[in-house]
């Protein structure tokens, strides 16, 4: 659909370059290639001309990625089942094996890097990625080992390459539209495009491109897909809303990871013939292989809602597919091809649901990340924190104790309500085994603040933040490890009644953070209001009253009333009420809570109703003349719930573990 | 007798005597005994406006190295008993933990344990009070788990099991069939009726330690469990030497034959300034009280600490110059009075009596804010 022969002349150049390039011993390259710039074009034509072993991670967010990666090195130094016959596998050192033997073959690595979401670090991705990062360290630390890593550029490298190439993406214009590939629907959308594009003079990626063409073979105006891919995705999402069946094919061909055969793809995706264009030249593309480049489908599957039936449904029909290309139950034995598709549909059945979980049991798992995978899902998607715990201790039991396994091990037996001491076990292994990872940090923490000792829980924090960020920096810089770090340890220290501790932890958030971040300002709220509350000895606001407005200005009383200037006013609250009197507490200032007691006609006067019905926080007024009046000021709700946290503590009071 | 500033009571304690310490700061209490010759004894806790803990304050000072703490009770789950729980079973590590349960099944006050601790409050003391209650429980649960047989279920007719000869603890309340009732069937009554009573025999001394039973509901309405049916049971305890006023000196919680027409006697108070609970200068107060005992030991003057007296020695205010101490000014009403408990430091609002075994008080110590009230 797109004609890209002038591109694919300007790669075949870089391609010689690189060529050349890999043929230096112990080269190491890094091509920092732009979105769409075609890298998997780039390493298919380098492949034509040398004898590559291509390592091409799955996402950052699934856990098996490093394994993947193991795997294709694995098969393409023919070692793979030296690999799996190591006891209690220990990935670098699996790396480092297959490298050296690529090494001594003299074939070079080509590492496609999987495409890093932009923002802050994120929990979902952080173990994948470290451990790609660290993979990647020792291919590079193999000396006589020629690499060539391709990445975004926005890709965290951290090693030395000997040179540095970039990639741009081209663009599209209506030149490079070729609509005759295309058929129906499809092929006039794409006409419309070009004659849209041609009159507007736009340009966009091939990314775009391809997406603008099926968007207008949905129904848009080729005016309004003058957008970039982000917003492209979007709209499509909107559009396959109205198209379910559509939709779910489409899912099926986001959840694929690996480039998927033309003509498997209407019994894979379930896709109609009319459709099909949409699947492998809109969002998908290739000519014989249709893959789908990760931005895409991350930005698609982000967008669209997909139900969690639908997820398990399009897993189980990959595993399928996959599984009738491996016929294996485990790695051993399998050649490259077949050992890829074991590991995808190993990868679909655990995202599978029921309908998986038998063929799942029966797959010898091939490392740690397998486990992972499954236990994550059993956990976050079906919150079946028992038997998460049950995969993860499996995976110590085989593969031998790793911080990921003992971390998410206690984390799922804490909401398993388990054992404290397993849990205990579980978080302290992984906290000093990783020192700076501040998730693993924060739930240790918050774990010894409700099941530990306090000098335990204090000296945690301390070293926490000894190593997360010696000197502030990090705290300094941006939000994020005072949102992932110190609000949960407050949190926590608040949910059981510690002001002291939860001030001495958000005291280290700088206040543009306390200020900006709403999270971390209704928790200031909560902890400055009972610390307010506990001082004067008295509640006289609502917990959600916020702090600026307490003291300043009256919220229920009128500054004056039948022309009469209001003289003074006190925030309070009823704290006893009988038909004879109502004894109330108020606070004319911040610094003293007083008890007055009003006879019943008195309250009568002044509230206007009966001193039984007395409730709650009001206002109490004072006027020109002497006129007295009070006015009830409604309750807001606790701004920063801490139901999360009671909802875990609680039980550890009121039940037996299971 | 006249008292001496609490730094003049000497480390280490005279351990021929009883003393009996109480602490209240204005808003919560403790009491810490230090028993004769050797061991401690710690009722509940409370919190000066720092975070500090008055009962580790005492405790720190005045208890041995490597001394026991022989029980810790908590009397009832309330926040202003239950400040620092956690802290004195970390770091006195008590021997025993005592609290309201059946001792049937004492792990009945777990389960009875519930989530309405969760629910919404608009009231910030109140969520603080929940926060506090839970970290109290956690703490008990966790030794109960670790150590089920540490657990002592204070009710009516228990003993403390005190590796000391000389001494006796009696749990006097609540009744034992009426805590395993309102426990087993969550009924949601006012805890302060399931608060401990208990009673410290040594030779002739008695002391009581009143905690927080009330007599009467906030209607004047009888309750079954309050101090009408202990007294019905142990008429005894109105001959005292010592006695904790219970509930703070509220006049729900007066009942005439504990509170007894008698000289020579200590009764203590640890001011509660929320809620309707203060002992304040009306005829129900603290006047009716020092008429029938003579004097009346407060902690603390519920004030802020910008109005907070420092009372020199000896430290008395008569009844007649009270309203002073209390009356704030408002710009409502002429007769309202401060409610916002002094900021102190842990060992500022604390008493401490120290009694032989013939009933005769040796001597009396007071925290800078602590004073007597004479008529």
Known sequence: MLDLWSYKASLKERVGVLEKELQRPGAKLAIRAAIGAGRHMLVSLLSTRMDLVVVDFPSFEDLDAPLHGLVQLSTSAGMLDTTLDVDRRDLLDDTKLAAQALADANRPVVVLMPVPRAGPPREADATTRRRIEQMLAVLLQMRPLCVAVLATRHTRLREEFTRELELTAPRIGAAQIDASQLPGDFGAAAKELATWMARTGWASTPLEARLQVGLIALGEQPEGVGLRLDALARKMVRQLGHRPALSVAVQRLLLARRAVPVEKMSAMSGVEPPWQPLLTACIGYGDENVRVSEVTRQVLLDALKVTRPALEDAHATLAQYHESLDGASSLRGLGHERAINWLEKVHHLSLGGAKCAALWNQQAPAGREQLWEHGRYLSRELHHFRDAARIYQRCIDTFGNDPYSSHYLAYNLERARGELEDIRRGYAHAAAEEPENPWWQQRWIRFLIAHGSLAEARAAWQHAIRFIDPDGTRLRASPWLALNLHFWVARRWLAVGRLEDAREVLTEVPERWLEEESELRDLVQVVTAQEQALALGESVYPAGTPLADRWSRPRSLRPTRSGRQMVAWAPGRVVDASSNAVTVVVAPTPDEAQQLTFDAETWRQLAGEPAEDADGFFELGSYEGGEQVVRPVPADGERASLELEESELVPRVNTWPR | MASVALDGLGVPLDRSLLHVFVAGPGYGEGIAVALPDRGWLVMDGCRVATGRLPLLGILDRWRAPEEPVEALLLTH?????????????ETAVPRHIGLTTSPSSPAVVFAAFEAELAAASADSLEQLRRRVVLEAMLAIRR??????????????????????????????????????????ERHRGDPNELSAVVELVFGATRIVLGSDLPAVDSHGALLPAGWHAVLKRHRHLGDHHGLKIPHHGSPAAFHPDLMTVGRGRTW??????????????????????????????????????????????????????????????????????????????????VWCGAFDDRGTLHGAWRGVCAFVVVP
Do not use: C, Y
């Open chain 2, 268 to 349: 203590w108070i640890s001011p509660f300034n929320r809620g309707k609970r203060l002992p304040p200068t009306g005829p129900d107060g603290l006047p009716r009280l020092v008429a029938l005992n003579g004097e009346v030991s407060l902690t603390a003057t519920p004030r802020a600490r910008a109005a907070q007296p420092v009372h020199l020695d000896p430290a008395m205010v008569r009844v007649a110059d009270l309203p002073s101490l209390f009356t704030a000014a408002n710009p409502f009403r002429p007769d309202a009075f401060s409610v916002t408990p002094p900021a102190v430091e842990p060992l500022d609002a």
């Open chain 2, 143 to 184: 030794r109960f788990d670790a150590a089920p047989g540490d657990l002592l279920a204070l009710v009516d007719g228990a003993q403390l099991p005190l590796t000391h000869r000389h001494v006796s603890a009696f749990v006097r309340a609540p009744d034992a069939a009426l805590v395993h009732r309102r426990l087993t």
């Open chain 2, 77 to 89: 789950p309330h926040t202003d008993h239950a400040f620092g729980i956690r802290d004195v079973i």
